[in-house]
């Protein structure tokens, strides 16, 4: 059996990119989800990935599910904290409810899986943390105050963990996708996304695949010297 990664929000979207690629690059993978029943069990059909239940945004419920996954295929080598949500609208518009989902899905997760991991990989003296960070954490988006926080805030907490783990042998590094063709940028509202197409240099949105390929090559075991980086991947649209 390969390494064993845990991706988050790892039945669809870009989750589901990275659980497929690192399967394929013969890693034992674990696709954690939050909600979607039906989503999962149709990826678990399609790819015999093994599909684990639980809420990123809970501390306790990532704890569980972690040991979970550890039972069933042991120590957890790799982690990929890719689950996220968005609640755009304006901030004179935003409930403290929109602020604090994304808070806790996008950030707080953060803490709540790699605070449950990080002993062992410490103890082990291995571990790949990748944190799907976005271009709006980069550059600030209009509509995502909240998003823009919580993606900005992922980043410095991959800086600060790299340099602590670094002498461990545990790399953590952040990839930063731009606009990726999922159901997330599905809901912006059309004409908003022409707009925002227009402004790709590459002329298109991104796929999945194209993340899920830096996903990959972080997690390598000759990834060893690259760690606290983010690595940008938006077609040009900032040059971060
Ligand atoms: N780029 C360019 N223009 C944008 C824009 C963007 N990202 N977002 C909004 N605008 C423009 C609108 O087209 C509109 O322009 P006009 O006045 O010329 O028509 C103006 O800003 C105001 O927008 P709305 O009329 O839509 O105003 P609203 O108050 O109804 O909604 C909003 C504001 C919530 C910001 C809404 O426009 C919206 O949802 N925008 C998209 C925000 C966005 O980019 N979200 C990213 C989601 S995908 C994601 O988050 C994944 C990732 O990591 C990249």
Redesign the pocket.
């Known amino acids: 059996m390969g390494k064993v990664a845990v991706v988050t929000g790892g039945t669809r979207g870009i989750g589901e990119a990275i659980s497929v690629a690192l399967n394929a690059a013969g890693f034992t993978v674990a696709a954690n989800y939050a909600g979607n029943d039906a989503a999962a069990a149709k990826f678990k059909g399609e790819t015999g990935i093994a599909v684990y239940k639980w809420s990123v945004a809970d501390f306790d419920e990532c704890r569980t599910g972690l040991a979970k996954v550890e039972a069933d295929l042991g120590p957890v080598q790799v982690v990929v904290n890719n689950a996220?949500i968005?609640r755009?609208?304006?901030l004179h518009?935003m409930k403290p409810e929109h602020w604090q989902a994304v808070i806790d899905t996008d950030l707080s997760s953060l803490f709540n899986m790699c605070r449950n991991v990080i002993e062992g990989m410490r103890e082990r003296n291995f571990g790949r943390i990748i944190n799907i960070?976005?271009?709006?954490?980069q550059k600030g988006?209009?509509?995502?105050t909240n998003?823009s926080a919580a993606?900005a805030g992922l980043i410095g907490f991959t800086k600060a963990l790299a340099m602590e783990s670094a002498a461990k042998g545990i790399t953590v590094n952040a990839v930063a996708?731009?606009?990726?063709n999922?159901e997330?940028?599905a809901?912006?509202?059309e004409?908003?996304?022409q707009?925002?197409i227009a402004?790709i240099p590459a002329g298109r949105l991104g796929a999945a695949d194209e993340i899920a390929r830096a996903v990959t090559f972080l997690a390598a075991d000759e990834a060893a010297w690259i760690t606290g980086s983010t690595l940008t991947i938006n077609g040009g649209q900032y040059c971060a």
């Open positions: 996220g968005t755009d609208t304006m518009r960070a976005s271009i709006n954490g988006q209009m509509g995502q998003y993606k996708p731009g606009y990726i999922t997330m940028v809901a912006v509202p004409a908003v996304l707009k925002i402004q």
